[in-house]
T-cell receptor, first 111, second 113 residues
């Protein structure tokens, strides 16, 4: 079993749609969680950290369920510019060298 | 956050040669890392670059193949040695400052002939 699992997609959605991605992790000791966005042929960029209480940043909402060991990302009112690969990232402790990346979920927003 | 400059941005190399990738950060950072992203795959950590000492390699990566230097808190190099087609990949430098999430350089796209 992979340490961090994501549905690779692609998720094809029309502009304005709401789309949600889930990610599961296997290490119950994981402490920090992030969503990164990676555009084609570009480096990953931090989209948002994921906090236990859930957090929102504009159209993006991230939630964490520690009991079930999954993280979600909800995108409302999808824009064409949201098309990218979304990487679920888990940090087993607060030391940087324990980051584990999921395989990514590809999102394609169409007009 | 720190600005990361990675060079070269891309290269095409012959089998059996080596390529050294440089990572320069505009401020001192605690931790620097090197990742590999093979085509269609996610990121895999190669090693943690330690200032003034040998890098800490992850399982499946060895110093002879991926020698790393980190002479100070703002600079590191990764060499990919004895290149083969399987080394065709994107190599990414990443930094982490205390209390901050990790950030990545633009990456080096390496193709092997």
């Amino acid at each position: 079993r992979k340490e961090v699992e994501q549905d690779p997609g692609p998720f094809n959605v029309p502009e304005g749609a709401t789309v949600a991605f889930n990610c599961t992790y296997s290490n119950s000791a994981s402490q920090s969680f992030f969503w990164y966005r990676q555009d084609c042929r570009k480096e990953p960029k931090l989209l948002m950290s994921v906090y236990s209480s859930g957090n929102e940043d504009g159209r993006f909402t991230a939630q964490l369920n520690r009991a079930s060991q999954y993280i979600s990302l909800l995108i409302r009112d999808s824009k064409l510019s949201d098309s990218a690969t979304y990487l679920c990232v888990v940090n087993a402790n607060n030391a940087g060298n324990m980051l584990t990346f999921g395989g990514g979920t590809r999102l394609m927003v169409k007009p | 956050s720190a600005v990361i400059s990675q060079k070269p941005s891309r290269d095409i190399c012959q089998r059996g040669t080596s390529l050294t990738i440089q990572c320069q950060v505009d401020s001192q950072v605690t931790m620097m890392f090197w990742y590999r992203q093979q085509p269609g795959q996610s990121l895999t950590l190669i090693a943690t670059a330690n200032q003034g000492s040998e890098a800490t390699y992850e399982s499946g990566f060895v110093i002879d193949k991926f020698p790393i230097s980190r002479p100070n808190l703002t600079f590191s190099t990764l060499t990919v040695s004895n290149l083969s087609p399987e080394d065709s990949s994107i190599y990414l430098c990443s930094v982490r400052e205390m209390g901050q999430p990790q950030h990545f350089g633009d990456g080096t796209r390496l193709s092997i002939l």
